[in-house]
Nanobody, 122 residues
Framework: VQLQASGGGLVQPGGSLTLSCAAS????????MGWFRQAPGKEREFVAA????????NYARSAKGRFAISRDNAKNTVYLRMNSLKPEDTAVYYC????????????????WGQGTLVTVSS
């Protein structure tokens, strides 16, 4: 499975941004699609995940109420809509896929995209 993330950039605090991640290759193996992020000097952390049919989602506490994950299986793409962005949301955002049901642990994900940088600053 190959993952191509896009949509990162510079946004002011309080602004919004939508990330996209397109999957290709052995997509039949994909169950959960998720987003993680890694800020400078910090470990990679879970942000959000969505089940195969989109019926189940899971969010980190920091993302709940501000971020929304969705997927379009016809396009093999997962999205992360981020609203009310804060400077502490600044990080490289990674998409990932897992063959397991909606999971949050980094080690449970099999394939990773290259990351897209989100900078929240005035």
């Amino acid at each position: 499975v190959q993952l191509q993330a896009s949509g990162g950039g510079l946004v002011q605090p309080g602004g919004s941004l939508t990330l996209s991640c397109a999957a290709s290759g052995s997509i039949v193996s994909i169950n959960t699609m998720g987003w993680f992020r890694q800020a400078p000097g910090k470990e990679r952390e879970f942000v959000a995940a969505i089940s195969r049919n989109g019926g189940t989602t899971n969010y980190a506490r920091s993302a709940k109420g501000r971020f929304a994950i969705s997927r379009d299986n016809a396009k093999n793409t997962v999205y992360l809509r981020m609203n009310s962005l804060k400077p502490e949301d600044t990080a490289v955002y990674y998409c990932a896929t897992s063959s397991r049901p909606v999971v949050t642990a980094t080690r449970s994900y099999d394939y990773w995209g290259q990351g897209t940088l989100v900078t929240v600053s005035s």
